[in-house]
């Protein structure tokens, strides 16, 4: 009852605010000429000099006194529309806006909006699209997101062919990512080298690392949010992309124009096809192993238009990858094994327009993520004996959220709603079976577990003064499981100073929660993740961070600058027991294998430039940072680095239009080595056939610093149907950089002055050499 009260309180002054000198109010949707939504494209009205922006359905409201107005609606690659209206009562505009057309295709846009980073409110926050991703060149030809987002400050893909996100110190559980507002669990195909995000379903990509908004919730280092493509309404177009290793198709067009669009888009990866003639040779006898790997995922979304002022969109994506192999290099068995895991997600919306001011958005989501393993061996010495191990581990959501925005007047832009999940969590069943009954071993397999997480939030961007504007949130959280409750309110805050010659000091401060964790491998095995809940035993963990910025936009280049510094204290961190693994105590509940009283501290400087328009546009980023972690019962209790603390980090990513069909992009990254943990000394054993290492210190040792080149080359040409046709050829690691992947200590047989004896060597392994590629992709 506290709770409603004070939510109530909140919402009665925001409610309240006085808005003498608006009479009435414009509002309505902008989209591009195909009936594409533009997010954040600009209403400016020239008299009053006050404005808006649009949100993520292309939806403003812009209140203004009666009387003659004169409207600038712009989006960065579009025609910018001048309007003039005379204001008497409430209006609906619905505007459409044409893509610029450039002759000999001097200019390239990579931003996503018309809003200089000087006027925007939000701290840590870097904005993508499509386009820009597509020109940055990558391992297999095939564009990708994360990629493109590790490229910027502050953010890594942690290790040399990874796809990750370690975001400030914060492990890859801490990243909310949303995908049409569904939570996507496992962002990986084939085993990081790819994101399971398709570039042509793309429509915005949004990253938040600091300064959260009270809407998002529930994780502690950023918040990935994408979009993708509602469809055409007035014509059918689609785009068709063939690669070495894979293959792209996306369509989309009217059901019924200017009412009922569709899009689909899907990818599928064929090494199994490569690795055929492999497979053969295994199964003659000519070769003792074989391995076959499949990816394939498929975005589709449907939108409905009842009126201007109701909409219907269904969203749904599904990804799986499957990998298989076999080894009979031993005389005495044969092993086999077969590791499958995917995401689905399914999103329902409903966007109600209540009133010019009040527009209200309905979901029902689901998402879920699924892993199994299997292995087997067969030993053929005497009696065949055929043992099989096997392990499952999953999460499912349903999800219900309810949001508002509201537009009392142009200095206020106030958000609310609730939202709440039921989460389903498998966190792992393991099972061993065999022939031989004499070597059963019977593992505990644990029930699923339920939960329930709500929230409740409340956020204003409120421009206080001309020069002075602040996003001022509040989120409360609860988080139920069995009869446990845990509850958290979250404050939030970020705060923007305008000064002359578009100078901008920015401010932020978040408190978060989150009551999800993640357990996965600390060596580079086989890919597992497991996902568990906040229990009795486990509680939830915590950051509350601190950041402040310089920000200067220099217009009449189309580039913006900022230097941004942070300070983030984590609570309530889990990790590995020493000793101890998934797979090593696979017959243990995973509660007894962690420890949770952990502590992290993340501070560090980001600097960043960035350049929007013109024949050279790109993105210059470094970073210094330090993190760590401590635990009572890891490392002594002394502090340590985190396993991706590295200090420098620099990235230059550049796209120059060499002709009107040629243009080149490159990149080139820098980053300190990994930490990793080597032993001070070791003992033989009594045997004296092996070397045992001893280790005291936790990641103790850094690995040669990080470093690559890649290039790519783009031919884009019309057919003679007008249709655009795009040859991408590329090199990655341009100069065979021998960049480490992992390392592991081995046993080196030393035989000397007639005695021999083993002694442990480090063996570092590089994952990736040069690699090229070619794609070809038609526009149609």
């Given at each position: 009852m506290n709770l409603k009260h004070i939510i109530f309180v909140i919402l009665l002054c925001f409610f309240s605010i006085s808005v003498r000198a608006q009479k009435n109010t414009i509002s309505g949707y902008i989209n591009d000429e195909n009936g594409e939504a533009l997010i954040g494209a600009t209403v400016y009205e020239t008299t009053t000099l006050t404005g808006t922006t649009t949100n993520q359905y292309g939806f403003f409201s812009l209140a203004l006194p009666s009387g003659t107005r004169q409207l600038k609606i712009a989006y960065i690659g579009f025609e910018s529309r001048d309007l003039q209206i005379s204001l008497s009562r409430d209006t609906t505009l619905n505007?459409?806006?044409?893509?610029?057309?450039?002759?000999?295709?001097?200019?390239?846009?990579?931003?996503?909006?018309?809003?200089?980073?000087?006027?925007?409110?939000?701290?840590?926050?870097?904005?993508?699209?499509?386009?820009?991703?597509?020109?940055?060149?990558?391992?297999?030809?095939?564009?990708?997101?994360?990629?493109?987002?590790?490229?910027?400050?502050?953010?890594?893909?942690?290790?040399?062919?990874?796809?990750?996100?370690?975001?400030?110190?914060?492990?890859?559980?801490?990243?909310?990512?949303l995908l049409d507002e569904a939570v996507v669990y496992n962002p990986n195909h084939l085993f990081g080298l790819l994101s399971v995000f398709n570039p042509d379903a793309i429509k915005s990509i949004e990253l938040t690392k600091g300064g959260f908004p009270a809407r998002y919730g529930g994780r502690l280092s950023s918040v990935l949010d994408i979009a993708t493509r509602e469809g055409n309404t007035e014509k059918l177009r689609g785009n068709f992309g063939l690669g070495i290793t894979s293959s792209r198709f996306s369509l989309d067009g009217p059901i019924k124009k200017d009412k009922t669009s569709f899009m689909f888009s899907g990818r599928s990866a064929y090494l199994d096809v490569i690795s055929f003639p492999l497979y053969l040779l295994y199964k003659s006898g000519s070769a003792e192993q074989y391995f076959s790997y499949t990816m394939y995922d498929v975005n589709t979304k449907l939108s409905h238009k009842f009126s201007d002022k109701n909409r219907l969109i269904v969203s749904f994506y599904t990804g799986k990858d499957n990998y298989r192999g076999a080894d009979k290099s031993s005389v005495s068995e044969e092993s086999k094994f077969a590791l499958v895991w995917g995401n689905t997600t399914a999103t329902i919306r409903n966007t109600t327009i209540l009133s010019p001011k009040l527009f209200w958005k309905n979901m029902l989501i689901y998402s879920k993520f699924a892993y199994q393993l299997k292995a087997s061996t067969e030993e053929r010495i005497t009696i065949p004996i055929r043992s099989e191990f096997k392990s499952l581990s999953g999460l499912n959501d349903y999800t219900f959220k309810s949001a508002f925005d509201y537009i009392p007047s142009p200095n206020h832009y106030i958000k609310f709603g609730v939202e709440a999940t039921r989460h389903l969590f498998a966190p792992q069943t393991n099972e061993l079976t065999s022939t031989d009954t004499s070597e059963i071993a019977v593992f505990e397999n644990i029930e699923s577990i339920p939960a329930v997480e709500t929230a409740i939030f409340v956020e204003d961007e409120w421009r206080i003064t001309k020069h002075f504007k602040a996003n001022i949130g509040l989120r409360h959280s609860s988080f139920t499981v069995n009869e446990k409750i845990y509850a958290s309110f979250e404050p939030r805050l970020s705060l923007?100073?305008?000064?002359?010659?578009?100078?901008?000091?920015?401010?932020?401060?978040?408190?978060?929660?989150?009551?999800?964790?993640?357990?996965?491998?600390?060596?580079?095995?086989?890919?597992?993740?497991?996902?568990?809940?906040?229990?009795?035993?486990?509680?939830?963990?915590?950051?509350?961070?601190?950041?402040?910025?310089?920000?200067?936009?220099?217009?009449?280049?189309?580039?913006?600058?900022?230097?941004?510094?942070?300070?983030?204290?984590?609570?309530?961190?889990?990790?590995?027991?020493?000793?101890?693994?998934?797979?090593?105590?696979?017959?243990?509940?995973?509660?007894?294998?962690?420890?949770?009283?952990?502590?992290?501290?993340?501070?560090?400087?980001?600097?960043?430039?960035?350049k929007n328009k013109g024949k050279l546009t790109g993105i210059l980023a470094y970073t210094l940072s330090w993190h760590t972690r401590q635990f009572e019962r890891i490392n002594n209790g002394e502090k340590y680095p985190f396993q991706y603390d590295n200090r420098h980090s620099f990235s230059v990513t550049a796209n120059y239009i060499l002709s009107k069909h040629w243009d080149v992009s490159g990149t080139w990254v820098y980053r300190s080595g990994n930490p990793i943990s080597l032993p001070v000394a070791a003992y033989d054993t009594p045997s004296g056939e092996q070397s045992i290492p001893a280790f005291v210190d936790r990641n103790n040792f850094r690995l040669p610093d990080y470093h690559r080149a890649d290039i790519a080359f783009n031919h884009t040409k019309a057919t003679k149907r007008q249709r655009e046709r795009t040859w991408t050829m590329g090199i990655y690691n341009l100069y065979y950089r021998r960049n480490i992947y992992y390392a592991r200590l081995i046993n080196k047989y030393i035989y000397e002055d007639g005695a021999n004896y083993f002694e442990p060597q480090l063996k570092a392994f590089s994952l990736l050499p040069i690699v090229p590629s070619v794609s070809y992709s038609l526009g149609f």
């Amino acid at each position: 009852m506290n709770l409603k009260h004070i939510i109530f309180v909140i919402l009665l002054c925001f409610f309240s605010i006085s808005v003498r000198a608006q009479k009435n109010t414009i509002s309505g949707y902008i989209n591009d000429e195909n009936g594409e939504a533009l997010i954040g494209a600009t209403v400016y009205e020239t008299t009053t000099l006050t404005g808006t922006t649009t949100n993520q359905y292309g939806f403003f409201s812009l209140a203004l006194p009666s009387g003659t107005r004169q409207l600038k609606i712009a989006y960065i690659g579009f025609e910018s529309r001048d309007l003039q209206i005379s204001l008497s009562r409430d209006t609906t505009l619905n505007i459409r806006l044409l893509e610029e057309v450039y002759q000999q295709q001097e200019i390239v846009i990579i931003a996503s909006d018309d809003e200089p980073a000087s006027e925007r409110v939000q701290l840590g926050s870097v904005k993508l699209t499509p386009a820009q991703i597509k020109k940055i060149p990558s391992i297999t030809g095939e564009p990708d997101v994360l990629k493109a987002l590790s490229m910027t400050p502050g953010v890594s893909n942690g290790r040399e062919g990874a796809a990750g996100l370690y975001v400030r110190g914060g492990t890859p559980d801490q990243n909310l990512i949303l995908l049409d507002e569904a939570v996507v669990y496992n962002p990986n195909h084939l085993f990081g080298l790819l994101s399971v995000f398709n570039p042509d379903a793309i429509k915005s990509i949004e990253l938040t690392k600091g300064g959260f908004p009270a809407r998002y919730g529930g994780r502690l280092s950023s918040v990935l949010d994408i979009a993708t493509r509602e469809g055409n309404t007035e014509k059918l177009r689609g785009n068709f992309g063939l690669g070495i290793t894979s293959s792209r198709f996306s369509l989309d067009g009217p059901i019924k124009k200017d009412k009922t669009s569709f899009m689909f888009s899907g990818r599928s990866a064929y090494l199994d096809v490569i690795s055929f003639p492999l497979y053969l040779l295994y199964k003659s006898g000519s070769a003792e192993q074989y391995f076959s790997y499949t990816m394939y995922d498929v975005n589709t979304k449907l939108s409905h238009k009842f009126s201007d002022k109701n909409r219907l969109i269904v969203s749904f994506y599904t990804g799986k990858d499957n990998y298989r192999g076999a080894d009979k290099s031993s005389v005495s068995e044969e092993s086999k094994f077969a590791l499958v895991w995917g995401n689905t997600t399914a999103t329902i919306r409903n966007t109600t327009i209540l009133s010019p001011k009040l527009f209200w958005k309905n979901m029902l989501i689901y998402s879920k993520f699924a892993y199994q393993l299997k292995a087997s061996t067969e030993e053929r010495i005497t009696i065949p004996i055929r043992s099989e191990f096997k392990s499952l581990s999953g999460l499912n959501d349903y999800t219900f959220k309810s949001a508002f925005d509201y537009i009392p007047s142009p200095n206020h832009y106030i958000k609310f709603g609730v939202e709440a999940t039921r989460h389903l969590f498998a966190p792992q069943t393991n099972e061993l079976t065999s022939t031989d009954t004499s070597e059963i071993a019977v593992f505990e397999n644990i029930e699923s577990i339920p939960a329930v997480e709500t929230a409740i939030f409340v956020e204003d961007e409120w421009r206080i003064t001309k020069h002075f504007k602040a996003n001022i949130g509040l989120r409360h959280s609860s988080f139920t499981v069995n009869e446990k409750i845990y509850a958290s309110f979250e404050p939030r805050l970020s705060l923007l100073f305008n000064f002359p010659k578009n100078y901008a000091l920015k401010a932020a401060y978040s408190s978060t929660q989150q009551y999800l964790h993640l357990l996965t491998n600390t060596g580079a095995g086989l890919q597992n993740d497991i996902w568990v809940p906040t229990t009795e035993r486990i509680t939830p963990q915590q950051a509350v961070q601190y950041s402040m910025a310089l920000v200067r936009s220099l217009p009449q280049y189309s580039t913006d600058i900022s230097i941004e510094g942070y300070y983030k204290k984590s609570k309530q961190l889990i990790d590995f027991k020493e000793g101890v693994s998934l797979q090593l105590n696979a017959d243990q509940n995973w509660q007894d294998l962690i420890e949770t009283d952990g502590e992290g501290t993340s501070y560090g400087v980001e600097l960043q430039t960035q350049k929007n328009k013109g024949k050279l546009t790109g993105i210059l980023a470094y970073t210094l940072s330090w993190h760590t972690r401590q635990f009572e019962r890891i490392n002594n209790g002394e502090k340590y680095p985190f396993q991706y603390d590295n200090r420098h980090s620099f990235s230059v990513t550049a796209n120059y239009i060499l002709s009107k069909h040629w243009d080149v992009s490159g990149t080139w990254v820098y980053r300190s080595g990994n930490p990793i943990s080597l032993p001070v000394a070791a003992y033989d054993t009594p045997s004296g056939e092996q070397s045992i290492p001893a280790f005291v210190d936790r990641n103790n040792f850094r690995l040669p610093d990080y470093h690559r080149a890649d290039i790519a080359f783009n031919h884009t040409k019309a057919t003679k149907r007008q249709r655009e046709r795009t040859w991408t050829m590329g090199i990655y690691n341009l100069y065979y950089r021998r960049n480490i992947y992992y390392a592991r200590l081995i046993n080196k047989y030393i035989y000397e002055d007639g005695a021999n004896y083993f002694e442990p060597q480090l063996k570092a392994f590089s994952l990736l050499p040069i690699v090229p590629s070619v794609s070809y992709s038609l526009g149609f």
